[in-house]
């Protein structure tokens, strides 16, 4: 139960960065052109997209793989890390629905808990 917790705070602290990189806004091209931005590359991000944005979502995702796997050391098979190519594909899907799905069960166990 506790690695649940320690995965769920980890998890919880992370979803911050997640939010804020989903939801950034270009404010002109020139940042665009800076970061290496395509047309592909706009939010809301989807499988399909493509470019800057993407591999950095990708990046963080890693990040959250990472986490889960040295707390997990030991206990079960280390998850792969996604390829950091900027493509939004399946397996960058993936891990994002997973993402999603483990926060949504972290907030019913804290609402449980509140309650």
């Known amino acids: 139960m506790k690695k649940v917790i320690i995965i769920t705070g980890l998890l919880a602290v992370t979803g911050l960065l997640t939010w804020f990189i989903l939801r950034k806004k270009k404010n002109n091209t020139e940042d665009s052109l800076l970061t290496g931005a395509s047309s592909a590359d706009t939010f809301p991000l989807k499988k ?3 470019g800057a944005n993407v591999k950095r979502l990708q990046t963080h995702l890693n990040g959250l ?11 079960s098979t280390p998850d792969p890390l996604l390829v950091t190519d900027g493509i939004f594909g399946q397996l960058t899907e993936k891990e994002v629905l997973r993402y999603y799905s483990v926060k949504e069960v972290s907030q019913t166990l804290f609402n449980s808990k509140n309650m």
Do not use: D, F, P, R
């Open 48 to 50: 399909g997209s493509q």
């Open 65 to 75: 793989i990472e986490n889960a796997n040295n707390v997990m050391s030991g206990i």
